[in-house]
């Protein structure tokens, strides 16, 4: 099973309805990295998470960490369709560095007008 | 500053062959990470590069290695190549070794036939 797991897998939603997406990590999370990636392009920094109960908004997304439940969510209020896109979770989940972070298969967000 | 830059963007490849994929880091920055994308296995770490050592690997076999030049530019190389190479690979730079500040270029679409 992977490491870290992202639900659902794909999303389609009207504009202006809001959104979430899961990441659960079956190990313990030392840094929660959310990315968002348009199709076959590279990656682009969201937010980061360090400390349970975190929280931090960009725009019109937010993002928390659950220390204890190893989960976190990304919330997008009133869906735009600049909002689609794929997004990533990515995860220290203790192998030393920051630089080998572990990702989830992604969440692919379709936005219809 | 110009922003992480990859090449070539698109390579198609015979099994057996070799490819040398190349990324410019964005000016300053001396850590490089590579990375795999594919849809099973999702974004995958393959190795670090910073002052022309390389600092962390992940796990993939010694066909898949790198170096990095003394202006921080990084090439990977992938030698007698498989069909399950075909990937999106993804460099990413970043000002320090280790780092979370991660910025990604726009990534090599690989196909190997």
């Known amino acids: 099973s992977q490491e870290l797991e992202q639900s659902p897998q794909s999303l389609i939603v009207q504009e202006g309805k809001n959104l979430t997406i899961n990441c659960t990590s079956s190990?313990?999370?030392?840094?929660l990295y959310w990315y968002k990636q348009k199709y076959g392009e590279g990656l682009i920094f969201l937010m980061m998470?360090?400390?349970?109960?975190e929280e931090k908004s960009h725009e019109k997304i937010t993002a928390k960490l659950d220390e204890k439940k190893q989960q976190s969510s990304l919330h997008i209020t009133a869906s735009q369709p600049s909002h689609a896109g794929i997004y990533l979770c990515?995860?220290?989940?203790?192998?030393?560095?920051?630089?080998?972070?572990?990702f989830g298969t992604g969440t692919r967000l379709q936005v219809t007008l | 500053k110009a922003g992480v830059t990859q090449t070539p963007r698109y390579l198609i490849k015979t099994r057996g062959q070799q490819v040398t994929l190349s990324c410019s880091p964005i000016?300053?920055?001396?850590?490089v990470s590579w990375y795999q994308q594919t849809p099973g296995q999702g974004l995958q770490f393959l190795f670090e590069?910073?002052?022309?050592?390389?600092?962390n690997k992940g796990n993939f076999p010694g066909r898949f290695s790198g170096r990095q030049f003394s202006n921080s530019r990084s090439e990977m190389n992938v030698s007698t190549l498989e069909l399950g190479d075909s990937a999106l690979y993804l460099c990413?730079?970043?000002?320090?070794?280790?780092?979370?500040?991660?910025?990604f270029g726009p990534g090599t679409r690989l196909t190997v036939t």
């Open positions: 000016s300053g920055h001396r850590s």
């Open positions: 990515g995860a220290d989940t203790g192998s030393g560095t920051a630089s080998k972070l572990t």
């Open positions: 190990k313990t999370l030392y840094g």
């Open positions: 998470l360090q400390k349970g109960g």
């Open positions: 590069y910073f002052s022309e050592t390389q600092r």
């Open positions: 990413a730079s970043s000002p320090r070794t280790g780092s979370y500040e991660q910025y």
